[in-house]
């Protein structure tokens, strides 16, 4: 009887310090988080596997494929998960991490041929993913700061994004003209 009144007083600890650490509504709030980028990872970075080997890929760097529209939708599914997280109350820092992972994978992502080898093995997604793993158990509200913070990084993320299309549409051009196509 004493070890069952000291389980059910443990149990009862656990659920205060529980609620003390994370309440119920963030908690419900960040429940939303784990499964869109577990998805977005999957569908992304993780989706096929080449046949007879490990090694695991997504529809990033297919998509990837298509010069310009390509790398900008990718980008930007990232950035409406970046956008989901800031709202969700991820901290700034953790936006940077993963802000600058979209970054990374989005500028190397403009080289032609280079960047779609890149995107086969950066996985932009997974790695946002696993932060975000690291940092769920965290609590921390979301301040106008944070907003501003994740604003200046879609614009830079945009700034990159037409970068991208500019230069994709300046290579296509000169493309056709070298081999007397326009």
Same mark, same amino acid.
């Given at each position: 009887?004493?070890?069952?009144?000291?389980?059910?007083?443990?149990?009862?600890?656990?659920?205060?310090?529980?609620?003390?650490?994370?309440?119920?509504?963030?908690?419900?709030?960040?429940?939303?988080?784990?499964? $869109?980028?577990?998805?977005? @990872?999957?569908?992304?970075?993780?989706?096929?596997?080449?046949? *007879?080997?490990?090694?695991?890929?997504?529809?990033?760097?297919?998509?990837?494929?298509?010069?310009?529209?390509?790398?900008?939708?990718? +980008?930007?599914?990232?950035?409406?998960?970046?956008?989901? @997280? =800031?709202?969700?109350? %991820?901290?700034?820092?953790?936006?940077?991490?993963?802000?600058?992972?979209?970054?990374?994978?989005?500028?190397?992502?403009?080289?032609?041929?280079? *960047?779609? +080898?890149?995107?086969?093995?950066?996985?932009?997604? =997974?790695?946002?993913?696993?932060? $975000?793993?690291?940092?769920? *158990?965290?609590?921390?509200?979301?301040?106008?700061?944070?907003?501003?913070?994740?604003?200046?990084?879609?614009?830079?993320?945009?700034? %990159?994004?037409?970068? *991208?299309? %500019?230069?994709?549409?300046?290579?296509?051009?000169?493309?056709?003209?070298?081999?007397?196509?326009?």
């Amino acid at each position: 009887c004493a070890a069952s009144m000291q389980s059910k007083i443990e149990n009862r600890k656990s659920e205060i310090l529980e609620w003390e650490l994370l309440p119920p509504e963030e908690k419900k709030r960040r429940a939303g988080l784990e499964p $869109l980028f577990k998805w977005l @990872a999957l569908i992304m970075d993780d989706f096929l596997r080449f046949p *007879g080997t490990g090694f695991r890929f997504g529809l990033d760097p297919i998509i990837g494929l298509i010069p310009g529209l390509g790398d900008t939708a990718s +980008a930007l599914i990232s950035t409406f998960s970046l956008i989901y @997280a =800031a709202r969700c109350g %991820v901290p700034r820092i953790m936006l940077a991490r993963m802000s600058l992972n979209i970054l990374i994978n989005e500028i190397v992502g403009i080289v032609p041929g280079v *960047g779609d +080898a890149f995107s086969f093995w950066f996985k932009s997604n =997974a790695r946002n993913y696993e932060l $975000l793993q690291q940092h769920l *158990g965290t609590s921390r509200r979301v301040r106008k700061s944070d907003w501003l913070f994740v604003m200046v990084v879609i614009a830079l993320l945009f700034f %990159v994004v037409i970068t *991208g299309i %500019v230069v994709s549409i300046f290579m296509i051009r000169e493309l056709l003209r070298l081999f007397h196509l326009a």
